[in-house]
């Protein structure tokens, strides 16, 4: 029997990288999974490649409307056990030539769209449920023209510490998955130097794959984290460590 059997997660940012591996992870070990992600060309070939116990909504979580289409079709299945909210963006844009559109559109995505995509949620989570959040090292490692998206991922993170107390009487657990560099189609989008300037701080030498943080991401979903919450678990390659 799988470690999440008879389960329902719901996975934003579900259609490539690490939400794309982290669904295929997911119903492998047993659960019904909803992946939502913007376009709907790569929403319907990711529905495909996962194959079986899996539903595809299109939708923007930084879209109120469209996070409620999301729990929706989840209300049809009785509810929800597992909320990834993975949804993410990151764009490098240096100090100086930061724009009002680069900072709304990271914030609304990253941070208001997390917080949507749990906040809806919880009438349909179930007790005893888990909260994933998609983090970074860039929350704590300062990298050059990454700065709003280092804060947006701080926020996830201070968002899991409060939700932690909060939650804590329906026993529902919150954690934050904090990726180093992963080979996902955010990082092929970067400048190469700056991506051989990253890697080369990792003391394992390379970039991730995006099959690491499924298991990652897996572990918190799971009983194998019964004791686990409130915590940032990096899977960084020792990145943010040292």
Do not use: C
């Not at 992946?35 to 299109?58: P, T």
């Not at 240096?94 to 990253?110: Q, R, Y």
């Not at 107390?165 to 954690?175: A, M, P």
């Amino acid at each position: 029997m799988g470690k999440l059997q008879g389960k329902v997660a719901v996975i934003t940012g579900g259609t490539a990288g690490i939400g794309l591996a982290t669904a295929k992870l997911f119903v492998k070990e047993g659960a019904y999974v909803f992946i939502m992600g913007r376009r709907k060309k790569e929403l319907d070939e990711a529905v495909k490649e996962i194959g079986s116990n899996v539903s595809g909504v299109q939708g923007d979580v930084a879209k109120l409307a469209d996070l409620d289409r999301l729990y929706e079709a989840v209300k049809a299945k009785g509810g929800v056990d597992i909320v990834f909210a993975n949804a993410g963006v990151g764009e490098y844009v240096p100090l100086g030539s930061i724009t009002e559109e680069h900072f709304d559109k990271l914030f609304s995505i990253n941070v208001r769209g997390v917080l949507f995509t749990v906040q809806k949620a919880l009438p349909l989570l179930s007790d005893g449920g888990s909260i994933i959040l998609t983090g970074s090292v860039a929350g704590v490692k300062g990298v050059p023209a990454f700065g709003v998206y280092g804060a947006t991922k701080a926020a996830v993170r201070r968002f899991v510490r409060s939700w932690t107390v909060e939650l804590k009487d329906r026993r529902i657990r919150s954690n934050v998955v904090s990726p180093g560099p992963i080979a996902t189609p955010l990082i092929n989008r970067a400048p190469a130097d700056t991506m051989a300037g990253i890697v080369s701080t990792v003391p394992m030498g390379r970039m991730g794959e995006p099959d690491e943080i499924a298991k990652a991401a897996l572990f918190l979903a799971s009983d194998d984290s019964s004791f686990v919450t409130g915590i940032e678990l990096f899977v960084d390659g020792g990145r943010a460590q040292v």
